[in-house]
Each structure stands twice: as structure tokens, then as C-alpha cells.
């Protein structure tokens, strides 16, 4: 019994996160067709907005809300940046500027800050555990599954309910009509960058917390996970992406939990392997996305 | 109320509209015929900003939306239902329409008033407001692209072939509600290749062949002095 429940608890909370990273992902993607690739690097702008305020006296909770105004900022200014002045151009333009536009924030915090990892202040709350049915878990584990639960319900009711919610699920199946109905589409793009940005964000403090410290490159290994988990969900699906998060997360503790030690440092390989299967089964991903698209 | 003058659109270096101008009068209803290839879809979607003109001017009630965007043509009071029918299939009925009032969000009452009047025009979409609009028939979507565009409430309306791949009855009443909206005082730019049911609505038409005007007038002049199936079968 305390494993099973050990069991759900590990694949809901890295579950929570793998989605809340892929949701961030698939957000931009579902609008541009286009990847963000310094998505990473909001998660780093979180972690190092923790690292630099930490001597500042300021509550915890105050440290947190500025790493994810920065990250919102960062995301618009990705848009700014590294996506509008190419976005009517070609595909491969945007990826470059994207690319190269990631570099750069990850050089700056290597030349401006330090490329040793730097600690990030955590409140005590985050390195607690707690006992659940006899299975004891870190209390962060639950905190994570509840900002998941929390996150995805507000991103739905945003997505459902609100006109500029509406809007971007819109623009997301045909930009060109949307925009034909008045629909500003900087507002729109910029929008889904801050959206984004919330999200990395949030997630930057949640995976941060995980590990404790941060480092330039901290934000590849969330990429990755995004990325994957939005090709498994469906890239131009919202549902998609969560789904893709938790299954990600599922085959992940899946493996932890039954590979043994000697084959466990190539539990990617095999995670991957699973991900090629579940490719050849549904190449558009699991969910498919709305029914037509395209780019401005 | 909507003056084209020596418009131009290219794709590349090919020349789909060739500086052709026209007008529409206040509450007129102007039907641009031609086939295939004619360049009558480029000359709308340049109009309504979807595609950049390479010459010329659109000027609507005196100002000039040339190089206007989408959005700004829409907040200048003109409306596109485009003819690939482009409704939002995973957004409902209810919510696709109330994207078409998006430059009204903030005049709730107005819309909610606007809607009333759109939902005793178009019945069915009130039956099927919270259906997803992918699931909607052709007519019954075409009917919803047409009452979105009515939610901006627009001064000039863009009808790019209202009665593409619809069965007779459903024709038939597509201009039925045309008629209706042009009585009602709506000035209409209307895209056809139904010639008969299009000059039977119209005011005034204009015939493209190979992205110019060649022929201009009321629907009898039209008939009368021009050979319509030369125009449409390339002869």
C-alpha cells in the first residue's frame, strides 16, 4: 500500500511539472507552429532572479513572485527580441534567433554571474517530509501536486472562459481568420509569451526546489522534458501536452522504480525507446490539435 | 462608401490583379463575377488586409485602408466571410460568434442585443449554440461565418462565395438572407460564381477575367452586353 501510494504521489508531482513545462511549450507552438528554444532559459531567469534576491531580506514568498514577474518579462521579451522582427520570414530564421537568443541568456549568467552553481533560498517547508499512508514523501512532492492542479485548472478556465482565452485558442487553429475578426495579433502572441512565461516561471521555482541550486544550463534538461512530452501529447494540443507530461512522467517513475541499479543510468534510453513506440502508434501525438493552422 | 482604384495584387512575380478599380455606394450590393483564377478572391482578401496590394488605394467612408492590417480593417467597420468558410471548429457556436464581436467585448448589452437579432435571423444557430462548430453542416456553418461577421457590425460586408459546395435549398436560402442584410441598409462587395442568383441580388456587378474588369453594370446591362459564359469558360 505505502509503495503504491509513493508510487502515484512521484508520478503526479513530476507529472504536475513535466506538464506545466510542456504546457508552456505547446502555448507559443499552437500559435506560431514554432518552437521557443529559450524556453530553458525562463527557468533560469527564475532561478537566478531567486539567486540574486536571496540576500535581500525580502519573505520567500516575495522572492518567488519577482523570479516569476521575471520570467513573464523574459518570456515577452523573447517575443520582442528573438520572434517578431523574423516572424513573417522563414521558419528557419525564427529557429536561429530563438536558438541563438537562448545563448545568449546563458552566456550572460556564465560571464555576469558564475557558471558554479549558485544556491537558491528555499523556504524549510521544501526539504520536509511527510508520512502518507506509510509512504513518506518530500512535503515539495505534494506542494508541486497541488501548483499543478491549481496551474492547469486556472490555464483551462483562462483557455475556456475569458474572451483573450478564446481568442488564443482561435488564433491557434487559423491566425489569418482571427485577425480578420479584429483580433490584434501582437497582442495575441505576445499574450501567449507572457502566458508562457508565467508558466516557466512557476515551474523554474518548483524544479529549482527539486535540486536547490542553479546553473546556466539549468533550464535544457525542463526543455527537453517539455519538448518530448508535447511531441508524445500532440504538438498543437493544450490537453495534449498534460497528457504527454503525466505519461512522461509515468514511464520516468515507471523505470525508476523497476529498473535496476547497474541498467538505471540508461533510464533514458529507455524512456526514449517507449517514446519511439508510442511515435510509431500515434506520429501526431496522442491528441490531435484543432483541425486546420497556420502561421501569420 | 468603398472606393477601389487601379488596385494591384501580385503573388511573386505573378500578377493575379491587374490595377482594377471599382466602388460600392451606401446600402449597395455589388457583385464581382468572373471564373476561376479571375482574381476576384485576391481583390477581397487585399480589401480586408489579408494580402498586401502592390498598387493602387482602398479607401472605406473616405479613409484609406490600403496598407491597413486585418484587425484595423475590421475596426474600420468592414467585415469578411471568406470562402473557405472558416469557422473555429473547436470552439463552439456560441464562443466563435462572440469572437466575431472581439472589437465590441466591451459593449456587453450591445452585443447581447446584437446576437438577439442575429439568432432570429439565423435560427439554427441558436439551437446549436453550444455545439462545437466543427460539427455543424456546411449550411449551417456558412450561416455562422456570415452572422459572425455580422457581430462586429460592420458599415460594408465581404461575401466570398457564400454558396461554395452548399446543396440548391441551402443556396436558395443563403440569399435569401442576403437579400434580408441588404435591405437592411447593409452595403455589400459580394463574390460569385453563381451568375445567375448573384446578378438576380445585385445593383450593380463588375465581370473580372485575368485580374482586370473587362465589363461593368447593372444586371441587365450585364446580361444584355456581355457574353457572361465567355468570361467563365475562358472563351
Request: with cysteine; charged share 15%; hydrophobic share 50%.
Given at each position: 500500500m505505502a509503495f503504491a501510494i509513493q508510487f502515484v504521489i512521484d508520478v503526479l508531482s513530476l507529472g504536475g511539472a513535466y506538464a506545466l513545462m510542456a504546457l508552456g511549450l505547446v502555448i507559443i507552438y499552437g500559435i506560431l507552429?514554432?518552437?521557443?528554444?529559450?524556453?530553458g532559459e525562463l527557468i533560469m531567469v527564475a532561478g537566478y532572479t531567486m539567486f540574486l534576491t536571496s540576500?535581500?531580506?525580502?519573505?520567500w514568498i516575495i522572492m518567488a513572485v519577482l523570479a516569476v514577474v521575471m520570467a513573464i518579462v523574459f518570456g515577452i521579451i523573447t517575443d520582442y527580441?528573438?520572434?517578431?522582427?523574423?516572424?513573417?520570414?522563414s521558419v528557419t530564421a525564427v529557429l536561429i534567433t530563438s536558438f541563438a537568443f537562448s545563448n545568449l541568456l546563458q552566456n550572460a549568467a556564465l560571464l555576469f554571474i558564475s557558471p558554479r552553481p549558485r544556491n537558491v533560498p528555499l523556504p524549510e517547508i521544501f526539504s520536509e517530509t511527510v508520512s502518507i499512508g506509510g509512504a513518506i514523501t518530500p512535503v515539495r512532492n505534494l506542494i508541486t501536486i497541488a501548483a499543478s492542479i491549481v496551474l492547469l485548472a486556472a490555464v483551462a478556465f483562462l483557455m475556456r472562459k475569458t474572451t483573450l482565452g478564446i481568442a488564443m485558442r482561435a488564433a491557434a487553429t487559423n491566425f489569418t481568420m482571427a485577425r480578420m475578426l479584429g483580433v490584434p495579433a501582437n497582442l495575441i502572441i505576445s499574450s501567449a509569451f507572457a502566458l508562457s512565461g508565467f508558466l516557466a516561471g512557476v515551474v523554474g521555482i518548483l524544479w529549482i526546489g527539486r535540486i536547490g541550486t542553479v546553473v546556466p544550463g539549468v533550464g535544457m534538461e525542463p526543455l527537453l522534458i517539455a519538448f518530448i512530452a508535447t511531441v508524445i501529447g500532440g504538438m498543437r494540443s493544450l490537453p495534449g501536452a498534460v497528457v504527454g507530461g503525466f505519461l512522461l512522467a509515468l514511464i520516468d517513475t515507471t523505470l525508476n522504480y523497476s529498473l535496476s541499479q547497474d541498467l538505471l543510468k540508461f533510464r533514458d534510453a529507455f524512456t526514449f525507446s517507449l517514446v519511439i513506440v508510442i511515435l510509431l502508434w500515434r506520429p501526431e501525438g496522442l491528441i490531435k490539435g484543432p483541425a486546420s493552422g497556420q502561421r501569420t | 462608401m468603398l472606393d477601389v482604384s487601379d488596385l494591384s495584387v501580385s503573388y511573386g512575380t505573378i500578377?493575379?490583379?491587374?490595377?482594377i478599380s471599382f466602388t460600392l455606394g451606401k446600402g449597395e450590393l455589388v457583385s464581382l463575377l468572373g471564373a476561376n483564377g479571375a482574381g476576384k478572391s485576391s481583390t477581397l482578401k487585399c480589401i480586408a488586409g489579408a494580402l498586401k496590394a502592390s498598387g493602387g488605394s482602398i479607401t472605406l467612408g473616405g479613409k484609406d485602408?490600403?496598407?491597413?492590417?486585418p484587425e484595423q480593417v475590421v475596426r474600420a467597420g468592414l467585415a469578411t466571410v471568406p470562402e473557405t468558410r472558416d469557422?473555429?471548429?473547436?470552439?463552439?457556436v456560441a464562443e466563435n460568434l462572440m469572437l466575431g464581436a472581439y472589437i465590441h467585448r466591451r459593449d456587453q448589452a450591445g452585443n447581447r442585443q446584437n446576437l438577439e437579432r442575429l439568432h432570429t435571423l439565423f435560427p439554427r444557430l441558436a439551437e446549436r449554440s453550444?455545439?462545437?462548430?466543427?460539427?455543424?453542416s456546411g449550411g449551417e456553418q456558412q450561416m455562422l461565418v456570415i452572422a459572425r461577421a455580422l457581430m462586429s457590425r460592420p458599415t460594408v460586408l465581404l461575401l466570398d462565395?457564400?454558396?461554395?459546395?452548399?446543396a440548391p435549398a441551402i443556396v436558395e436560402r443563403i440569399f435569401e438572407m442576403i437579400e434580408t442584410l441588404k435591405k437592411s441598409g447593409l452595403t455589400i462587395l459580394l463574390v460569385e460564381q453563381n451568375v445567375n442568383q448573384a446578378l438576380a441580388v445585385a445593383d450593380r456587378a463588375y465581370v473580372m477575367r485575368l485580374g482586370t474588369v473587362v465589363t461593368s453594370g447593372t444586371p441587365d446591362e450585364i446580361r444584355a452586353t456581355s457574353d457572361l459564359s465567355a468570361h467563365y469558360l475562358g472563351g
Amino acid at each position: 500500500m505505502a509503495f503504491a501510494i509513493q508510487f502515484v504521489i512521484d508520478v503526479l508531482s513530476l507529472g504536475g511539472a513535466y506538464a506545466l513545462m510542456a504546457l508552456g511549450l505547446v502555448i507559443i507552438y499552437g500559435i506560431l507552429r514554432l518552437v521557443n528554444f529559450a524556453y530553458g532559459e525562463l527557468i533560469m531567469v527564475a532561478g537566478y532572479t531567486m539567486f540574486l534576491t536571496s540576500g535581500s531580506g525580502l519573505p520567500w514568498i516575495i522572492m518567488a513572485v519577482l523570479a516569476v514577474v521575471m520570467a513573464i518579462v523574459f518570456g515577452i521579451i523573447t517575443d520582442y527580441a528573438a520572434f517578431r522582427p523574423v516572424r513573417a520570414k522563414s521558419v528557419t530564421a525564427v529557429l536561429i534567433t530563438s536558438f541563438a537568443f537562448s545563448n545568449l541568456l546563458q552566456n550572460a549568467a556564465l560571464l555576469f554571474i558564475s557558471p558554479r552553481p549558485r544556491n537558491v533560498p528555499l523556504p524549510e517547508i521544501f526539504s520536509e517530509t511527510v508520512s502518507i499512508g506509510g509512504a513518506i514523501t518530500p512535503v515539495r512532492n505534494l506542494i508541486t501536486i497541488a501548483a499543478s492542479i491549481v496551474l492547469l485548472a486556472a490555464v483551462a478556465f483562462l483557455m475556456r472562459k475569458t474572451t483573450l482565452g478564446i481568442a488564443m485558442r482561435a488564433a491557434a487553429t487559423n491566425f489569418t481568420m482571427a485577425r480578420m475578426l479584429g483580433v490584434p495579433a501582437n497582442l495575441i502572441i505576445s499574450s501567449a509569451f507572457a502566458l508562457s512565461g508565467f508558466l516557466a516561471g512557476v515551474v523554474g521555482i518548483l524544479w529549482i526546489g527539486r535540486i536547490g541550486t542553479v546553473v546556466p544550463g539549468v533550464g535544457m534538461e525542463p526543455l527537453l522534458i517539455a519538448f518530448i512530452a508535447t511531441v508524445i501529447g500532440g504538438m498543437r494540443s493544450l490537453p495534449g501536452a498534460v497528457v504527454g507530461g503525466f505519461l512522461l512522467a509515468l514511464i520516468d517513475t515507471t523505470l525508476n522504480y523497476s529498473l535496476s541499479q547497474d541498467l538505471l543510468k540508461f533510464r533514458d534510453a529507455f524512456t526514449f525507446s517507449l517514446v519511439i513506440v508510442i511515435l510509431l502508434w500515434r506520429p501526431e501525438g496522442l491528441i490531435k490539435g484543432p483541425a486546420s493552422g497556420q502561421r501569420t | 462608401m468603398l472606393d477601389v482604384s487601379d488596385l494591384s495584387v501580385s503573388y511573386g512575380t505573378i500578377r493575379a490583379v491587374r490595377g482594377i478599380s471599382f466602388t460600392l455606394g451606401k446600402g449597395e450590393l455589388v457583385s464581382l463575377l468572373g471564373a476561376n483564377g479571375a482574381g476576384k478572391s485576391s481583390t477581397l482578401k487585399c480589401i480586408a488586409g489579408a494580402l498586401k496590394a502592390s498598387g493602387g488605394s482602398i479607401t472605406l467612408g473616405g479613409k484609406d485602408i490600403t496598407s491597413a492590417s486585418p484587425e484595423q480593417v475590421v475596426r474600420a467597420g468592414l467585415a469578411t466571410v471568406p470562402e473557405t468558410r472558416d469557422v473555429f471548429p473547436d470552439l463552439t457556436v456560441a464562443e466563435n460568434l462572440m469572437l466575431g464581436a472581439y472589437i465590441h467585448r466591451r459593449d456587453q448589452a450591445g452585443n447581447r442585443q446584437n446576437l438577439e437579432r442575429l439568432h432570429t435571423l439565423f435560427p439554427r444557430l441558436a439551437e446549436r449554440s453550444h455545439q462545437p462548430a466543427g460539427t455543424l453542416s456546411g449550411g449551417e456553418q456558412q450561416m455562422l461565418v456570415i452572422a459572425r461577421a455580422l457581430m462586429s457590425r460592420p458599415t460594408v460586408l465581404l461575401l466570398d462565395e457564400p454558396s461554395l459546395g452548399l446543396a440548391p435549398a441551402i443556396v436558395e436560402r443563403i440569399f435569401e438572407m442576403i437579400e434580408t442584410l441588404k435591405k437592411s441598409g447593409l452595403t455589400i462587395l459580394l463574390v460569385e460564381q453563381n451568375v445567375n442568383q448573384a446578378l438576380a441580388v445585385a445593383d450593380r456587378a463588375y465581370v473580372m477575367r485575368l485580374g482586370t474588369v473587362v465589363t461593368s453594370g447593372t444586371p441587365d446591362e450585364i446580361r444584355a452586353t456581355s457574353d457572361l459564359s465567355a468570361h467563365y469558360l475562358g472563351g
